[in-house]
């Protein structure tokens, strides 16, 4: 790419000068190898006497094969093809991006909770059984929630779990309701999870504020309604000050409320939904507590509740027998069953415990307060720059809109594909719907001011050329390896799997490529 694409701000992030790299089945050579086994000492068996009808015979195709060597640095030169975290800032919206930290992948690595078998008797798993007790009980408090269950393995997994026990309590009260309502700002995966669970969706729009608008709330909720699926602070980033009266509201028909706790960022150590009125919530470790993010997981997303949901609890529940020791209820009649294998992902409560507790009380509160001061400054520094759709106050994240550059034909997805030429990841594109050309930004408390300045003078500076080269920001990205992709058909058609040729002679990467 020719320099003067750059005006004056330096570039951050930059990709490996080989933007090439062939399938390792391309680059295989016959009878290379990257392990060197010992000789077989025992009778060669015939695998197809062993596994009979299991033995595959569908033309595995070639196998690779390729030095150590040769592999190390396959993976490696693929993986400078990615952003990552310890490369630079991810400002997404709603998705709260912050750097994990070592200490919790030090501790998640010591040898007796890395091997630890799921089957290992109760006798033998003291210790794992004490950290998801320590990090149950922490999370309780951080809620001020009754109980909890660490088992659903996501954000979504968790909303899920959270419906299924709203709606198993009122099937016990003799009827499960009808309705969900959820606000127009909310998460996508709110109205899917009322849907899956059987729920009809009733859509609420926001006020002016862009928070619940209580006389329509009022108007909506009916001994029908089962719950309310509510973002606290919302998706534009703003705490609903009415929280009470919106439980209450609820309450006074019987309704529950379920609160989405994935801007919990903004709340830890300063206010608790157990206290605000929220039934039930989820967590997302991922988010809140720096376990790792991005990639499709692993992630966690437990679920805490207040005592009239606890019989529903997915089964087994964690429990503290008579002697003190830890173990497993599966005596449950009442619960909504298992959500996930085992116990919830493990590995994530051991990180999200580590940041627990390396921060302590004091370091949560002000992690919270670093980020929504974070989110205030780029606020301040962005305003004017990009239109901001609504002036209520920010807390963790904030949302502008593309409205002063769509003059010029330049939309919130050209500037996020132009953010990624300056070293940065794209900000949240077109979320919440409620905000016409959203450009949703959350830069977490991982980044210093020094971090925030070069976001914010990248951005001022997408938005000049805007004005001036709109034709430079419409085409961006370009100095990726692909520029423009089909994203409708990398949705609708995904290609998931590499076909072998019929014959390692037309292994080429042409007749790869058209494979693909
Ligand atoms: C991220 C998010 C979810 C979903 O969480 P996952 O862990 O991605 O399944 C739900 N609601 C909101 C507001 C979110 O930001």
Redo the contacts with the bound molecule.
């Keep these: 790419m020719e320099e003067t694409k750059f005006i004056g701000t330096p570039r951050k992030a930059t990709t490996h000068v080989s933007q090439n790299e062939g399938l390792m089945f391309e680059k295989s050579s016959a009878g290379k190898k990257g392990y060197r086994l010992p000789l077989l000492d025992v009778p060669a068996v015939d695998a197809a006497a062993l596994l009979g009808e299991a033995v595959r015979t569908d033309g595995l195709g070639v196998m690779p094969e390729l030095s150590e060597i040769e592999i190390i640095r396959h993976f490696t030169r693929l993986s400078t093809w990615n952003y990552a975290i310890d490369l630079g800032m991810y400002p997404l919206g709603?998705?709260?991006m912050k750097y994990n930290p070592r200490i919790n992948e030090a501790v998640a690595r010591l040898e007796g909770l890395a091997e630890a078998h799921p089957y290992q008797p109760e006798s033998l798993s003291q210790g794992a059984l004490g950290i998801m007790k320590m990090l149950s009980d922490a999370l309780i408090e951080i809620t001020g929630m009754d109980t909890i269950t660490l088992q659903p393995a996501?954000?979504?997994?968790?909303?899920f779990t959270g419906i299924l026990l709203t709606k198993a309590f009122h099937t016990a009260n003799g009827n499960p309701r009808t309705k969900v309502i959820v606000p127009d700002s909310?998460?996508g995966?709110?109205p899917a999870t009322a849907a899956v669970c059987g729920y009809q969706v009733a859509n609420l729009k926001s006020n002016a504020l862009g928070m619940v608008d209580l006389a329509e709330l009022e108007k909506m909720v009916d001994e029908d309604v089962a719950a309310l699926m509510l973002?606290n602070p919302s998706?534009i980033g703003v705490f609903e000050s009415d929280i009470h009266k919106i439980s209450d509201i609820l309450h006074a028909k019987g309704a529950l409320l379920y609160m989405?706790g994935?801007?919990m960022n903004a709340l830890v150590g300063k206010t608790r939904p157990g206290d605000f009125g929220a039934d039930v919530m989820?967590l997302?470790l991922?988010?809140t507590f720096s376990t790792p993010h991005g990639g499709g997981g692993p992630?966690s997303?437990p679920v805490a509740c207040k005592k009239i949901l606890e019989p529903f609890l997915p089964s087994p529940v964690l429990k503290t027998n008579p002697d003190g020791t830890l173990g497993f209820d599966y005596n449950r009649p009442q619960s909504v069953g298992r959500v996930r294998a085992w116990y919830g992902n493990f590995g994530m409560f051991v990180r999200a415990l580590a940041y627990i507790l390396a921060n302590g009380p004091d370091g949560l509160r002000q992690t919270t307060e670093d980020a929504v001061l974070n989110a205030n400054y780029l606020r301040s520094k962005l305003e004017g720059t990009f239109e901001l759709p609504y002036k209520t106050r920010s807390l963790h994240e904030v949302v502008f809109s593309d409205k002063l550059q769509a003059k010029n034909g330049v939309k919130t997805g050209d500037m996020g594909k132009r953010l990624i030429d300056y070293g940065f990841h794209p900000y949240t594109v077109s979320f919440p719907l409620v905000v016409n050309g959203a450009m949703m930004i959350e830069p977490t408390e991982s980044e210093s001011k020094e971090e925030l300045d070069l976001l914010v003078d990248a951005l001022t500076q997408v938005a000049r050329e805007a004005e001036e080269n709109p034709e430079l920001v419409k085409n961006a990205p370009h100095t990726t390896r692909l520029q423009r992709l089909d994203e409708t058909g990398a949705a609708r058609k995904p290609v998931l799997r590499w076909k072998a040729p019929v014959s390692s002679t037309e292994l080429t990467a042409n007749t790869a490529a058209k494979e693909w």
């Design positions: 709603s998705c709260t996501a954000g979504a997994h968790g909303e909310a998460h995966t709110n973002t998706t989405d994935a801007n989820h997302n991922h988010k992630g997303g």
